[in-house]
């Protein structure tokens, strides 16, 4: 099982002739003898797959990463966190994918954010199985506790990722018709009950 | 790998949850900007306070700045309320019947018995008396102490110092007109003009930024533009865009 | 004296009679005492020897600060890296470097001649045709997006992203090469599959993001 290090806004992945998946043109720098190629959109092989990336656009795609040596993967400046699933779903927005070890299974959804459509074409990605995945997050990533108890509700812009048995609903945020003039700020919040984990970003897209 | 995991009680009440958020333990009423606002636990309502200013009087009171008063909302309730600016560093300051001089653009929230005022200076608010506010800063703040002398872009706020003058390197002025320095009569690098700060107090700085979009800001300008006669108007109009062109080269 | 790191983002330095600074412009944040600033061209060494002609599209005009105080320096809120310089050399591309003291010799490697391997390396890390190589006893501050990590170089080649690069010291050779399957590494936009490979003995410095600013 190769190591997935994260050092702030640097992943580094020691291989020893295994490989992992990486999201395209992540790479900065390597050592040793490693090998890059297209992994495609990493949901599903063949005509469904094709389908995916026709209606997906650009929002994902990997690379594979295989040999014996030290992969330093790195996007945007972006902070990088390991999560380490065991045999669960975890659910990401795509480009927020940084790596994931092989023996996961992705399958990208076209819509963002499950299904709700913010305008931005953006797709989601459940990734299924054991190992471990890094996430990308513009600030170092907050988990958030969800339970019965205490629902919790979250800024589109700042939602990661989630995980467990959640429901997710839209509430209204604040009465953006108020405002004038531009700048970004959905006019509805998310808001997540059930029992699981929500990891949010400190910061919009 | 992954931090511990957060809820309503392990959150922190009125700390930072990491250097890039805050948590606001929210029992009444606080002002946030609009897109202030990550996540929440609890029962909270997030309202305009243009929606609020007829209706209460004193939000008016607390907001005598017209200018600003679009890009904030009232967040009001009982719960968690998590606070970030971009991915910026956050900080929060608490002010004991004091007052403090902070850019606009960076103020991110404050508690309602704080009071919000223009500074003369443009682009910079000032707050007034007892209670908490968060700014966000690209990078963490730096203090300094006067006597300093503080490039326009750097420069974040100060506290009870008085108001800075502004000053002009003259030396550096007369070396690049003599060294045909392109742009000597424009600011072409920075350099040639600073806030200078005397006397005691603190003044806060951050690593200079790309100009953020101000919009406040470019409606207080262009509200002074009133004084130009038309004329004028448009021999500025076509030095701002040939700015921007340049900028863009 | 060194070049103190205030925060991943700010660094401090000390101008006195013997020790002036030389800066790009627009990286001051502010500073104490009394210090002068004013712009210089060129390269060489000391704030008096720098030649006082500028190439034709040379990106880096600099400011030299000198009298007696302290300079904050900064540059639009990205990261800063501070190298000592301890006698060795110091290859980056010019529009990375922040500061300097002035004492260090700065040569620019212009690759106007040279083979078209050189010409693409150039090309390719944005810099259009210059790399400056700092050299002596001295501070660097050197910008990068997200911060810089280094990757110590010791026989073993080392691969890098050529929009990741930052910078080196040391004996190092930095070549630019085209591999298959290279495109899907470091692709996204850049439209070449190269990439740098670094032998020798010495230190690279890269970047966290493959995006030079």
Same mark, same amino acid.
């Given at each position: 099982m190769p190591t997935l290090h994260a050092d702030k806004k640097v992943l580094h992945v020691d291989l020893m002739g295994e490989s992992i998946r990486a999201a395209q043109g992540s790479m900065v720098a390597y050592t040793g003898n490693i090998e890059f190629k297209n992994a495609g959109m990493g949901g599903g092989g063949g005509l469904r797959a094709a389908l995916k990336q026709r209606i997906a656009g650009e929002s994902i795609s990997l690379m594979e990463c295989t040999g014996q040596g030290r992969v330093s993967l790195a996007q945007n400046a972006d902070d990088v966190t390991v999560v380490d699933l065991g045999n669960e779903v975890l659910t990401v927005e795509s480009e927020l994918i940084l790596a994931v070890t092989a023996g996961l299974q992705l399958d990208v959804k076209f819509t963002g954010l499950q299904g709700v459509s !913010?305008?931005?074409?953006?797709?989601?990605?459940?990734? !299924?199985?054991?190992?471990?995945?890094?996430l990308l997050s513009h600030g170092p990533i907050i988990p958030l506790e969800v339970s019965g108890q205490y629902p919790v509700v979250v800024d589109p812009d700042a939602y990661v990722a989630s995980r467990g048995q959640l429901n997710m609903s839209m509430v209204s945020g604040v009465s953006w018709r108020s405002f004038v003039g531009e700048g970004s700020g959905e006019p509805f919040s998310l808001r997540f009950d059930g029992q699981g984990v929500v990891y949010i970003q400190p910061a919009e897209r | 790998m992954m931090e511990q995991?957060? *809820?309503p009680m392990t959150l922190p009440s009125n700390d930072n949850v990491?250097?890039?958020?805050?948590?606001?333990? /929210?029992?009444?009423q606080w002002f946030i900007t609009k897109g202030a606002m990550i996540a929440y636990y609890g029962n909270i309502t997030f309202q305009a306070v243009t929606a609020f200013a007829s209706a209460q009087a004193w939000v008016a009171a607390k907001f005598s700045s017209p200018v600003y008063i679009h890009d904030w909302v009232v967040a009001e309730g009982q719960g968690k309320l998590i606070l970030g600016d971009r991915g910026f560093d956050i900080n929060s300051y608490t002010l004991e019947d004091g007052n403090l001089t902070i850019k606009a653009n960076n103020l991110l929230a404050f508690d309602s018995n704080l009071e919000l005022k223009q500074s003369i200076v443009p682009g910079f608010v000032? /707050?007034?008396?007892?209670?908490?506010? /968060?700014?966000?800063? *690209?990078?963490p703040v730096i203090f300094v102490e006067p006597p300093f002398r503080a490039d326009p872009e750097a420069l974040l706020g100060w506290a009870d110092v008085p108001s800075p003058s502004v000053h002009h390197d003259a030396e550096w002025m007369t070396r690049s007109i003599m060294a045909s320095v392109q742009g000597a009569f424009g600011r072409a690098s920075g350099e040639e003009k600073q806030y200078d700060f005397t006397g005691q107090g603190t003044i806060l700085l951050q690593s200079s930024e790309a100009v953020r979009r101000d919009n406040a800001l470019m409606r207080l300008v262009e509200s002074q533009t009133d004084l130009l006669?038309?004329?004028q108007a448009g021999q500025l109009g076509q030095r701002l865009v040939a700015r921007a062109q340049q900028a863009n080269q | 004296m060194p070049f103190e790191q205030v925060n991943s983002k700010v660094v401090r330095a000390h101008v006195s009679q013997a020790t002036p600074v030389l800066s790009r412009r627009g990286a001051m944040l502010g500073y104490d005492g009394r210090v002068v600033f004013r712009p210089v061209h060129g390269q060489g060494q000391g704030v008096g020897g720098m030649m006082g002609r500028a190439f034709a599209g040379e990106s880096n005009p600099m400011m030299a600060a000198e009298g007696q105080g302290s300079v904050l320096y900064g540059y639009r809120g990205l990261h800063v890296v501070v190298i000592d310089l301890k006698g060795e050399t110091l290859t980056c591309e010019a529009d990375r470097l922040l500061a300097h003291d002035a004492s260090l010799t700065t040569s620019v490697e212009m690759i106007a001649q040279g083979g078209i391997r050189q010409a693409v390396r150039g090309a390719v890390t944005g810099q259009g045709l210059f790399t400056t190589k700092v050299n002596g006893m001295g501070s660097v501050a050197v910008l990068a997006h997200g911060g810089a990590f280094a990757i110590p170089v010791n026989g073993q080649p080392v691969g890098v992203d050529p929009q990741a690069y930052v910078g080196h010291t040391g004996n190092l050779n930095v070549d630019l090469q085209a591999k298959v399957g290279w495109r899907d590494a470091v692709g996204r936009g850049s439209g070449e599959a190269m990439q740098l490979i &670094?032998?020798?003995?010495?230190? &690279?410095? &890269?970047?966290?993001s493959e995006e030079k600013f």
């Amino acid at each position: 099982m190769p190591t997935l290090h994260a050092d702030k806004k640097v992943l580094h992945v020691d291989l020893m002739g295994e490989s992992i998946r990486a999201a395209q043109g992540s790479m900065v720098a390597y050592t040793g003898n490693i090998e890059f190629k297209n992994a495609g959109m990493g949901g599903g092989g063949g005509l469904r797959a094709a389908l995916k990336q026709r209606i997906a656009g650009e929002s994902i795609s990997l690379m594979e990463c295989t040999g014996q040596g030290r992969v330093s993967l790195a996007q945007n400046a972006d902070d990088v966190t390991v999560v380490d699933l065991g045999n669960e779903v975890l659910t990401v927005e795509s480009e927020l994918i940084l790596a994931v070890t092989a023996g996961l299974q992705l399958d990208v959804k076209f819509t963002g954010l499950q299904g709700v459509s !913010t305008g931005q074409g953006l797709a989601t990605t459940t990734v !299924t199985g054991t190992g471990q995945v890094a996430l990308l997050s513009h600030g170092p990533i907050i988990p958030l506790e969800v339970s019965g108890q205490y629902p919790v509700v979250v800024d589109p812009d700042a939602y990661v990722a989630s995980r467990g048995q959640l429901n997710m609903s839209m509430v209204s945020g604040v009465s953006w018709r108020s405002f004038v003039g531009e700048g970004s700020g959905e006019p509805f919040s998310l808001r997540f009950d059930g029992q699981g984990v929500v990891y949010i970003q400190p910061a919009e897209r | 790998m992954m931090e511990q995991t957060y *809820n309503p009680m392990t959150l922190p009440s009125n700390d930072n949850v990491n250097a890039y958020s805050f948590s606001v333990d /929210l029992n009444g009423q606080w002002f946030i900007t609009k897109g202030a606002m990550i996540a929440y636990y609890g029962n909270i309502t997030f309202q305009a306070v243009t929606a609020f200013a007829s209706a209460q009087a004193w939000v008016a009171a607390k907001f005598s700045s017209p200018v600003y008063i679009h890009d904030w909302v009232v967040a009001e309730g009982q719960g968690k309320l998590i606070l970030g600016d971009r991915g910026f560093d956050i900080n929060s300051y608490t002010l004991e019947d004091g007052n403090l001089t902070i850019k606009a653009n960076n103020l991110l929230a404050f508690d309602s018995n704080l009071e919000l005022k223009q500074s003369i200076v443009p682009g910079f608010v000032t /707050l007034i008396g007892s209670g908490i506010f /968060l700014a966000s800063s *690209n990078g963490p703040v730096i203090f300094v102490e006067p006597p300093f002398r503080a490039d326009p872009e750097a420069l974040l706020g100060w506290a009870d110092v008085p108001s800075p003058s502004v000053h002009h390197d003259a030396e550096w002025m007369t070396r690049s007109i003599m060294a045909s320095v392109q742009g000597a009569f424009g600011r072409a690098s920075g350099e040639e003009k600073q806030y200078d700060f005397t006397g005691q107090g603190t003044i806060l700085l951050q690593s200079s930024e790309a100009v953020r979009r101000d919009n406040a800001l470019m409606r207080l300008v262009e509200s002074q533009t009133d004084l130009l006669a038309p004329h004028q108007a448009g021999q500025l109009g076509q030095r701002l865009v040939a700015r921007a062109q340049q900028a863009n080269q | 004296m060194p070049f103190e790191q205030v925060n991943s983002k700010v660094v401090r330095a000390h101008v006195s009679q013997a020790t002036p600074v030389l800066s790009r412009r627009g990286a001051m944040l502010g500073y104490d005492g009394r210090v002068v600033f004013r712009p210089v061209h060129g390269q060489g060494q000391g704030v008096g020897g720098m030649m006082g002609r500028a190439f034709a599209g040379e990106s880096n005009p600099m400011m030299a600060a000198e009298g007696q105080g302290s300079v904050l320096y900064g540059y639009r809120g990205l990261h800063v890296v501070v190298i000592d310089l301890k006698g060795e050399t110091l290859t980056c591309e010019a529009d990375r470097l922040l500061a300097h003291d002035a004492s260090l010799t700065t040569s620019v490697e212009m690759i106007a001649q040279g083979g078209i391997r050189q010409a693409v390396r150039g090309a390719v890390t944005g810099q259009g045709l210059f790399t400056t190589k700092v050299n002596g006893m001295g501070s660097v501050a050197v910008l990068a997006h997200g911060g810089a990590f280094a990757i110590p170089v010791n026989g073993q080649p080392v691969g890098v992203d050529p929009q990741a690069y930052v910078g080196h010291t040391g004996n190092l050779n930095v070549d630019l090469q085209a591999k298959v399957g290279w495109r899907d590494a470091v692709g996204r936009g850049s439209g070449e599959a190269m990439q740098l490979i &670094v032998t020798g003995q010495g230190t &690279v410095y &890269v970047q966290a993001s493959e995006e030079k600013f």
